[in-house]
């Protein structure tokens, strides 16, 4: 739906992309001018919603979705690029400079509170790294999948970094350049756990975890930002 609309917005990957605010929260432009579409989107009771914040494993759980659906075939999951098989509601582009999409503590508390009153599985990403297989048969378990450890670990294999980050049905190389310039950023980074270290100063971690502390005070949610 909204990858039309972006498709048809002149972007050439170097300027940044105009936003706007919808219901308070910065939105890419194109995002806003379909927002009545998307706020509107009916649900049917056998759909699956997977909800991320940007680039916090989306498109690493979109592939093990779509492998466990089809019982770790591999040759459906090639049929098309995986915005197509498992299509966004709204469509994203995460190169823009801007702080878009609102809170991610806001996101996170938000679906974490809303696991009490609807059947949702919380997935960590660090959790996916450390026990991938473990985690991918509690998908598995609660789309009603019960896949022996053949499939399993053929669905490991094809959903780790390296191999997804060759394959063009989930590497984003098929979107054209103007929307998403690989030459400026590739769109799979590293796949790993505690890249924060070689970002952050030991100022800018203070700061975080200040806001962190405050920011998370409220709930029992807790995430870890390197392994032990």
């Known amino acids: 739906m909204a990858l039309n609309k972006m498709e048809d917005f002149k972007f050439d990957g170097t300027t940044r992309l105009p936003v706007a605010y919808v219901e308070g929260i910065l939105q890419p432009t194109p995002t806003c001018d379909i927002w009545d579409q998307i706020w ?3 649900a ?3 759909d699956l919603l997977i909800a ?3 680039k916090a494993g989306t498109t690493w759980t979109q592939e093990i979705v779509d492998l466990i659906q089809n019982e770790g075939d591999v040759d459906k999951s090639q049929r098309a690029p995986i915005h197509v098989r498992i299509p966004f509601i709204e469509w994203i582009i995460p190169s823009i400079g801007s702080v878009c999409w609102g ?3 806001d996101h996170v ?3 974490w509170k809303a696991k009490d009153q609807h059947r949702i599985l919380y997935l960590f990403y660090e959790d996916l790294k450390k026990n991938t297989k473990h985690e991918i048969q509690k998908v ?3 789309i009603g999948k019960n896949l022996d450890d053949e499939i399993l670990d053929k669905i490991v294999h094809h959903t780790s970094f390296d191999v997804m980050k060759e394959n063009p049905m989930s590497n984003y190389s098929s979107v054209p350049a103007k929307i998403m310039n690989h030459s400026v950023s590739p769109f799979m980074r590293k796949g790993i756990v505690g890249d924060w270290k ?3 100063t030991v100022a800018q971690n203070e700061r975080f975890n200040e806001d962190y502390k405050k920011k998370m005070a409220d709930t029992n949610l807790t995430f870890h930002f390197q392994f032990s």
Do not use: L, V
Request: glycine residues 4%; aromatic residues 34%; without cysteine.
């Open 109 to 111: 508390k938000g679906w």
């Open 44 to 46: 049917k009771s056998d």
């Open 103 to 105: 809170s991610w503590y």
């Open 52 to 54: 991320t914040y940007p």
């Open 198 to 200: 070689n970002h952050f």
């Open 40 to 42: 509107n989107f009916q």
């Open 140 to 142: 598995a378990e609660f």
